[in-house]
Structure formats: structure tokens, C-alpha cells
């Protein structure tokens, strides 16, 4: 089974879509901090939650290859109807009321730690 890329035409450096990726301890950071500022009286509210930085499809792929050591085979799709050429989140309003900004933003160690979840829950092929 290989991976899909939906689309290698878009107007981006290499043809595909970049998007802005997030490690999943960070997520929980801001999350537990929403729910401080609640409990501590603020009001609930939509924030964005990105690092406001993107990769393309064709870089997550090669920093999963170089972090997992293992190849990815990939086959290039048509594109996905209303799928965006760029999508990169401003978390501005997380960081001034929640005090909250990204940590982990680089993609090889998000990838590293979601890698080494896998392999500690039996799940890497």
C-alpha cells in the first residue's frame, strides 16, 4: 500500500499542499491552559492552535523517511476537490490569553515522538 499525495500541481515550492502541523503535547498545553483561564473566570472562545509555519506533503514525507529509517512509498492522485494550495494557522489570540506558544515546532520532532509512540504501543509495521 503506498501513500497517497493528492495532487503535485500546486503553486507551491514542490507541487504540494503545505499545511501546518502541530505536536500533539502542545495541543494538550494550550488545552489545559483554556481550561485554567475558564475555571479562573475568562470566557470561552475559538482560538487557533498552529505553529504559523507549513510543510509540504513532500517534506513530511521525507522527514518521516529520514526519521523512521524506513521507506515510504508514495503514488501521486488527482487532486481533492476544495483542497487549498497553502493552509497555515496564527495562533496570535492563543498566545496573548492563554500566554501560549508552540514548543515542539519542528516537523522532524513531531514525527520522532509520534514514531516513538508507535513502536512503544506495538503498532510500527
Known amino acids: 500500500m503506498a501513500a497517497a499525495i493528492y495532487g503535485d500541481d500546486y503553486p507551491t515550492p514542490d507541487g504540494t499542499c503545505i499545511r501546518d502541523f502541530i505536536h500533539v503535547t502542545d495541543l494538550a498545553d494550550a488545552h489545559v491552559r483554556a481550561a485554567e483561564d475558564m475555571l479562573a473566570g475568562g470566557a470561552s472562545g475559538a482560538l487557533n492552535l498552529a505553529n504559523a509555519r507549513g510543510y509540504s506533503v513532500r517534506e513530511v514525507i521525507e522527514a518521516a523517511q529520514r526519521v523512521t529509517q524506513k521507506p515510504i512509498r508514495v503514488e501521486v492522485a488527482p487532486r ?44 510500527s509495521r
Open 80 to 123: 481533492r476537490r476544495g483542497d487549498p494550495a497553502v493552509l497555515i494557522g496564527a495562533a496570535d489570540r492563543a498566545r496573548s490569553r492563554l500566554g501560549w506558544a508552540p514548543s515542539r515546532s519542528e516537523l522532524d520532532v513531531q514525527i520522532a515522538d509520534a514514531w516513538r509512540w508507535i513502536c512503544k504501543n506495538g503498532k
